[in-house]
């Protein structure tokens, strides 16, 4: 019997197997990922075969880092019905534990390539530290920078004089010729020329005297800074033959035994670099432990367990996809002959629903946009605002689409009729002068009556379309709140975006930083439910050409 394959502890008789092993980008858990859930998180509240802080335990101390599991429902080649589960990443700083899966490749076995050259490259850090943090060095860098300082400062003054000289000299030049015998201007024209001769004899001294000065402290300075660029240099070359080393012992398997590795992976992909932490996902080790051990996939689920972390945003306990990022070109590789569940994003959600339009004149219009439909086409889908109405309406130009809603949002968007508009109503949302509200229906109980949230967003590289929080890199993006009503567990609240981000309600909303509580329905940032409950409901802009106020409202139908 193979290590690491679990027996369900809960009788699983009335459930049927699926037919289609999990899309794993975009998924519902099968009822039976579920119960292995239930048995891996049952287990994980009560074990004591490791030390972690998920940073759900008060009473726990050290670093709190939350972790994402995974489950993956398996037969074995007795037909028996079972589960495997891993963690991504380490665990409590081990990568072999007594119910998770191991890694495809296991970096801290005892003299491992990986453990040696991480010494010798930590071995070069602290040679760094020692050279960067001596008295002397940094004695010698501080009367470097003073020196330099004054020096900047000497030769910009005198050569401001230099040039007002030479400025004064044309000007008696200019008078002499008028005042002076031919033999008195040439006598005069002589004296002149000696003096900016001497000028910039001078002139050249004094920058001869800084850069001797400044050589010299140079000089002592090598002493240190030839050292540290060596070590650098050093540490450069073998950290990247590390990783190259490292990429080329993930070896990731299929259900036919084919073999790649990271590095023929993702030279397949637009990557620039290998995201970090490539390969070592929970999915890819379930996978690979159940192609090595003749285990077939069922289906698939990873959920998160423990706090968020401060710039994504992960729910404890709750079900997430695999990341595009690092995980796309290695699971592609891993499934290939394996039938999967459709890919819900190549359906379009939008057949069968309507565009109601609110207003229109010869310069623009203000339509309804149903929740699930494209505002511009997707790369899988050109159904859309733009597309529908570039085909029903006649005599329409231009750029068309001022703004956009999220695919899931429903609520009034403005579009233009022809170029003029367009550019005057873009002008409009630039300047900030659009009014919008959205009315949402959030998954929880909001304390607070109103307030403002300010978090900066980025797109998380490895994981588009989601959004970071990131005050380093992000984009400042601020929304205005306040709730209309707290009924049954969920608060309704009214959102008036300052910025207009990717994702800013959303993330606003679900980030522990935001309120921390969910929009119902948010397949990214929440649970998924029949709609998300977000609806832009009223815009109110001036008119492109009367100069009119126009205030448009769309009660939301929730």
Same mark, same amino acid.
């Given at each position: ?17 699926? &037919? ?23 287990? +994980? ?29 398996? @037969? ?11 963690? &991504? ?15 495809? $490749? ?39 920078? &003073? ?16 040039? *007002? ?48 000065? +400044?050589? *010299? ?27 190259? $080393? ?13 073999? /790649?590795?990271?590095?023929? +992976? ?18 890819? /080790?379930?996978? @690979?432990?159940?192609?090595?051990? #003749?285990?077939?996939?069922? *289906? ?10 401060? /710039? ?58 149903? &929740? ?51 550019? #005057? ?36 590289? #490895?994981?588009?379309?989601?959004? +970071? ?7 400042? *993006? ?46 990214? $940032?929440? /649970? ?31």
């Amino acid at each position: 019997m193979q290590l690491y394959f679990q027996y369900f502890t809960t009788s699983i008789n009335n459930f049927t197997l699926p &037919s289609r092993f999990t899309f794993p980008f975009y998924y519902e858990p099968h009822p039976l990922c579920e119960i292995a859930t239930n048995e891996v998180q049952n287990y +994980l509240q009560t074990q004591t075969d490791f030390e972690h802080n998920f940073g759900i335990d008060p009473s726990k101390k050290g670093l709190v880092i939350g972790k994402m599991f995974g489950v993956l429902v398996v @037969q074995n080649q007795q037909k028996e019905i079972g589960y495997i589960t891993a963690v &991504s990443g380490k665990l409590a700083g081990k990568n072999i534990h007594k119910k998770f899966v191991p890694p495809v $490749y296991d970096m801290l076995t005892k003299d491992s390539h990986f453990l040696q050259e991480e010494h010798v490259l930590n071995s070069i850090n602290l040679t760094l530290e020692v050279l960067e943090n001596n008295a002397e060095y940094i004695s010698l860098q501080a009367q470097y920078l &003073s020196e330099n300082k004054k020096a900047t400062a000497d030769v910009q003054e005198k050569k401001e004089t230099l040039k *007002a000289a030479k400025k004064d000299r044309d000007l008696q030049r200019k008078k002499a010729k008028f005042e002076l015998t031919f033999e008195a201007y040439t006598t005069f024209e002589k004296a002149l020329s000696t003096e900016s001769l001497e000028a910039k004899y001078f002139f050249n001294n004094v920058n001869r005297f800084w850069e001797h000065t +400044l050589s *010299a402290i140079k000089e002592k300075l090598s002493v240190f800074t030839n050292q540290i660029e060596l070590l650098k240099e050093q540490r450069k070359t073998k950290s990247a033959a590390l990783q190259q $080393y490292l990429f080329e012992q993930y070896q990731f398997l299929n259900s036919n035994k084919e073999v /790649k590795s990271l590095s023929q +992976l993702f030279a397949e992909t637009s990557e620039q670099n290998l995201p970090a932490g490539s390969g070592e996902c929970a999915a890819p /080790k379930l996978l @690979q432990y159940a192609f090595s051990h #003749d285990l077939k996939p069922i *289906a698939m689920a990873e959920f998160w367990w423990g706090q968020s972390p401060n /710039k994504e945003i992960r729910k404890h306990q709750q079900f997430y996809p695999a990341c595009q990022g690092k995980c796309k070109p290695i699971l592609t590789h891993m499934l290939a002959g394996i039938e999967l569940d459709t890919n819900p994003l190549l359906q379009n959600p939008a057949i069968g629903k309507e565009l109601e339009t609110i207003f229109e004149d010869e310069n623009l219009m203000v339509v309804y946009k149903p &929740s699930e439909f494209l505002s511009v086409p997707g790369i899988h889908i050109q159904d859309s605002v733009y597309t529908r109405i570039k085909q029903q309406v006649k005599n329409i130009s231009g750029p068309i689409i001022v703004h956009r809603l999220d695919m899931a949002t429903s609520g009034l968007l403005v579009l233009a009729k022809n170029k003029k508009a367009h550019k #005057d109503l873009q002008s409009q949302f630039i300047n900030k002068t659009v009014q919008k509200r959205y009315t949402a229906l959030l998954d929880g109980i909001v304390t607070d009556n109103k307030g403002t949230i300010n978090l900066p967003l980025r797109v998380d590289l #490895d994981d588009r379309p989601r959004q +970071l929080v990131c005050y380093e890199h992000g984009k400042s *993006a601020e929304t205005n709140w306040e709730v209309i009503e707290k009924k049954n567990g969920k608060t309704k609240i009214h959102f008036y975006p300052i910025s207009g981000r990717t994702h800013q309600l959303r993330v606003h909303a679900s980030h522990t930083l935001g309120l921390s509580i969910p929009i119902i329905g948010d397949d990214l $940032y929440g /649970k998924k439910s029949d709609r998300l409950y977000l609806h832009a409901d009223t815009l109110e802009f001036t008119h492109p050409s009367t100069k009119q106020k126009m205030v448009f409202q769309k009660k939301a139908e929730f």
